[in-house]
């Protein structure tokens, strides 16, 4: 009898021990599990302050550009415009009906000419005009005022139904299409320039190409290579880093190819469901 309750009283306390010990790994667990959702909702959090912050960023530098843009464009073009008016005008000689009326109606030409240029210019102070028009329509645009200088012979081509994207990815977007084409003002010595646009379900691939002088991708010491085999340039200029990192903003892949005295091509590739 003796033995059978000595056995009882070990069992229990065997079974008491056991109970605790799974209770406090219960409990381990669950602090385990509520500080790393904690942490996880640390760093969610974290990432969308810096997705945020990127985004506004990138707005304030599309502003300045665009301002750049519009200050160039009145001074080389809508300036040189009102000039020829102003000539036009102060030359009338109202004894001539003729010649008189000739320059009226040029100087009328002319001030007509200015009035689209600054309807089309209106458009790219429009902070929401991108979400109205898309980003195709931004990049033809910007294309347009590349074109108008007339040191380039622009293309642009667009295959596949057009889809949108969300108006922050846009942004960015566009802003990695804009470095590439300020990089290609100042440093491609380029006389052509492509844009191509391709939709397809899953994704939008948008290329520029130029036909500058390039440069040799192994002589810049890059060695990383995208997953396609792409080579891409050298890490250590600032427009190219922020257009890496923007990529990576936007869950998009960037891949920059170039042969020297032969041009550089830029293909961004974004997925179009995130």
């Known amino acids: 009898m003796g033995t059978n309750n000595g056995d009882i009283i070990l069992i229990i306390v065997s079974s008491t021990i056991v109970l605790l010990i799974l209770l406090v790994f219960i409990i381990i667990f669950l602090f385990i599990y509520k500080k790393r959702q904690a942490m996880s909702r640390l760093e969610i959090k974290g990432i969308t302050e810096r997705y945020n912050h990127e985004i506004l960023r990138t707005q304030l530098e599309i502003q300045e550009q665009t301002l750049k843009n519009i200050s160039q ?30 320059k009226i109606e040029s100087s009328t030409n002319l001030v007509k000419k200015v009035i689209r240029d600054l309807r089309n210019l209106s458009r790219t102070l429009d902070a929401d005009n991108m979400a109205k028009v898309g980003l195709p329509a931004i990049i033809r645009h910007e294309l347009e005022m590349l074109d108008k200088t007339g040191a380039y012979r622009t293309s642009y081509t667009q295959t596949g139904p057009e889809r949108r994207l969300d108006a922050s990815r846009e942004i960015v977007a566009y802003r990695i299409v804009q470095e590439s084409l300020n990089n290609i003002i100042k440093h491609a010595l380029a006389t052509a320039v492509e844009i191509g646009l391709a939709f397809s379900d899953q994704q939008l691939v948008i290329e520029v190409a130029d036909n500058g002088r390039g440069f040799d991708l192994a002589d ?55």
């Open 220 to 274: 810049a010491g890059s060695a990383t290579l995208q997953a396609n085999g792409s080579g891409m340039p050298p890490s250590n200029g600032a427009g190219i880093k922020n257009m890496k990192s923007r990529a990576q903003l936007i869950n998009a892949e960037l891949a920059i190819s170039s042969v020297p005295s032969t041009g550089t091509r830029i293909r961004l590739t974004l997925p179009l469901a995130t």
């Open 73 to 102: 464009e009145i001074h080389d073009n809508m300036g040189q415009v009102l000039s020829l008016v102003v000539l036009n005008l102060s030359s009338v000689e109202c004894g001539d009906p003729i010649v008189a009326g000739a």
